[in-house]
């Protein structure tokens, strides 16, 4: 089965920048559909941004567009998500996903990560 690895998070100020990156293992695919999706504490899950198999197009919530970039690399399957401009509502656990399939802005991922912290201070 694929395995989503997470690294990065951490704490920052309001106005910091952070980054985090999801590799995949185990899985027989070359490549990936992957996404970051963030839940913080009492709140459902949400979609933060998506990348399809081959890297275009993209996809972003309105919270987060012009302040975060999903990139993918497929050797090895690597998405990195790089935030900007961070703000205090920014503050959740953010989980990496991945299909077979392109799903853009859809939560029916197959493949989850185990989930990063991210806390912005204002």
């Known amino acids: 089965q694929v395995r989503l690895v997470e690294s990065g998070g951490g704490s920052v100020q309001a106005g910091g920048s952070l980054s985090l990156s999801c590799v995949a293992s185990?899985?027989?695919?070359?490549?990936?559909?992957m996404a970051w999706f963030r839940q913080a504490p009492g709140q459902d899950r949400e979609f933060v941004a998506a990348?399809?198999?081959?890297?275009?197009?993209?996809y972003y919530s309105d919270s987060v567009k012009g302040r975060f970039t999903i990139s993918k690399d497929n050797a090895p399957i690597t998405v990195y998500l790089q935030m900007n401009y961070l703000k205090p509502d920014d503050t959740a656990v953010y989980y990496c996903?991945?299909?077979?399939?392109?799903?853009?802005?859809?939560?029916?991922?197959?493949?989850w990560g185990q989930g990063a912290q991210v806390t912005v201070s204002s």
């Open positions: 996903a991945a299909d077979t399939m392109d799903l853009e802005i859809s939560d029916d991922y197959f493949y």
């Open positions: 185990g899985g027989s695919q070359s490549t990936y559909a």
């Open positions: 990348i399809s198999r081959d890297g275009s197009p993209t």
